[in-house]
């Protein structure tokens, strides 16, 4: 079966931390240990939305030493394709869930002298787990966090208490900018910078890092990103000898699902690479969305990755 | 030309690049012997040599060989330009220097593969990935070897077999490199029949 074998969980808490975020605890349903993970990590949760069966990934928050639960934080995205808000609406303690094993795209290089890491928004999650990994091995770190406003900063107050100086908050909305140029400029050699937030973070950090001369293989980012909508499309499966429409809140990859499709799969974000499908036919134009494919399967239109890329055009044929 | 074209092996052999200048803060040149041809041709490449140069601590010492290009390293007009008189006189300065660099520093590394691979090792400790350490060989092609054995490691190894400073033990030259180590392998060469010894042949120079 793809994705992995599975873990039947328990909703043990729901806590609302602010107006746009809500965080989640589960246990496992058999009561033992869950699998071990390290920062940086994530679950895939399953969720059956009135028959739509959503399988959204979420980083891991929770101390990577406590087994006897995961947390997950979890924003609502009112203009998203529904799984934030199914979580939020319909998730209650006592539920049964279903996550994947955890996986970690996202891990610290435990080689690196120091850890910079820059948040926005929710992407704080991941460094959470890492921060607390950190202050148990004693590792050195500076978490810079920024959000709109106080009151949305969520889990800045716990950060700062744990971490004190190590953590400096930004508020948007009072004029703070996360001073990036300066912070890349006096960083001794070693450290490695990780990112984690919304798209035009992501873009500022890596160009701030190329301009400032940063080494490519110490600078990471948290690449998954949920799929997001577009116009339908059809596919046509050719070793399933099928042909499928994609809807427009649907990915290619839960499409296959929905048909019943066995299609490989890991991160259902677009970066680890499990999902891969090579193209057979194409006449028209491949939304890539991915994380993973090289420049060049792009251009040509040779390989896919269902899980977030979409296709506009007369004809897509694929190998699965 | 003193740029050396190394057949094709096995994986773990190092291949080198030609050095090219990047965008950075400052610039960390190790150089030793011919080694310098490359600096001084990296120098030739940039945009703004002058602005370059401003930024640029190099570091050089005489080749394994005996080639000594101080003085045209000196006339560059780095920032800072120091003479070692060794590799591991080199080294120490190194690590000195390395404790006060920042991310954002373009690390050059140019010569002869023990005085890369040992820098190498030095910058990779402090968790600088190695793949972003620009490298070009130049000049001498003799290699340090460490002996699998006794673990000992015996510097510029001109011969194939050669013996172990250490143990004394013929050693066959492999081209399986550690990083980590800075050395190329060696292994007992007459483990199995003890005196056949195959006569050394003179394959780095």
């Known amino acids: 079966m793809s994705g992995g074998p599975k873990l039947n969980v328990r909703v043990a808490e729901v806590v609302k931390v602010n107006d746009l975020i809500t965080r989640f605890r589960f246990v496992a349903r058999d009561g033992g240990l869950l699998p071990a993970f390290s920062g940086g990590a994530h679950t895939v949760v399953e969720m059956d939305d009135n028959g739509t069966r959503r399988l959204n990934p979420y980083s891991l928050m929770s101390d990577p030493e406590d087994r006897t639960g995961y947390e997950i934080s979890v924003r609502r995205d009112d203009a998203g394709r529904g799984g934030s808000l199914y979580m939020h609406r319909h998730v209650r303690p006592g539920m049964d869930m279903v996550l994947s094993h955890p996986v970690n795209l996202f891990p610290l290089d435990n080689r690196a002298r120091k850890h910079l890491f820059i948040a926005g928004g929710i992407g704080i999650t991941p460094f959470l787990a890492m921060t607390r990994q950190l202050a148990r091995f004693g590792g050195r770190f500076e978490l810079h966090y920024a959000t709109r406003n106080p009151a949305l900063c969520a889990y800045g107050d716990s950060l700062k208490a744990a971490h004190g100086d190590r953590v400096h908050l930004y508020f948007d909305e009072q004029g703070d900018t996360l001073p990036l140029a300066d912070l890349l400029s006096r960083q001794p050699l070693g450290t490695h910078l990780y990112c984690c937030g919304p798209k035009g973070m992501l873009n500022w950090v890596r160009s701030a890092a190329a301009t400032a001369g940063w080494a490519t293989h110490a600078v990471h980012f948290e690449e998954f990103t949920a799929p997001a909508t577009g116009a339908p499309f059809a596919v046509t499966l050719e070793r399933s000898g099928k042909t499928l429409t994609v809807g427009s809140t649907q990915s290619l990859l839960e499409a296959m699902e929905a048909a019943g499709v066995d299609a490989p799969y890991l991160c259902r974000g677009g970066a680890c690479g499990q999902c891969e499908t090579d193209v057979v036919r194409c006449d028209g134009r491949i939304d890539h969305r991915d994380h993973w494919l090289t420049p060049e399967d792009m251009a040509t239109n040779t390989k896919i990755m269902p899980c977030v890329s979409r296709f506009e055009g007369r004809t897509l044929v694929i190998d699965r | ?205």
Request: aromatic letters at 6%.
């Open chain 2, 1 to 205: 030309m003193t740029k050396t074209e190394f057949p094709p092996s096995i994986r773990s052999r190092p291949v080198y690049g030609e050095l090219e200048p990047r965008a950075g803060i400052f610039h960390l040149i190790v150089a030793d012997g011919e080694g310098a041809d490359a600096v001084i041709a990296l120098f030739a490449k940039a945009a703004d040599a002058a602005s370059m140069l401003a930024k640029s601590h190099i570091l050089y010492t005489a080749g394994p060989n005996g080639t000594d290009e101080w003085d045209r390293i000196a006339a560059l007009g780095a920032a800072q330009a120091q003479k070692a008189a060794s590799v591991p006189t080199l080294l120490f300065r190194l690590a000195r220097v390395l404790q006060d660099v920042q991310m954002g520093t373009q690390i050059y590394l140019t010569g002869t593969e023990g005085l890369m691979g040992q820098a190498e090792r030095d910058i990779m400790a402090l968790g600088f990935p190695h793949s972003d350490i620009q490298k070009e060989h130049r000049g001498s092609t003799v290699r340090r070897v460490q002996c699998v054995h006794c673990k000992g490691v015996t510097e510029n190894v001109r011969t194939d077999p050669f013996q172990c400073s250490h143990c004394g033990l013929h050693l066959f030259v492999r081209d399986h490199y550690s990083r980590r180590l800075a050395a190329f392998q060696g292994v007992n060469i007459d483990a199995e029949d003890r005196g056949q010894v195959p006569p050394p042949v003179e394959r780095f120079r």
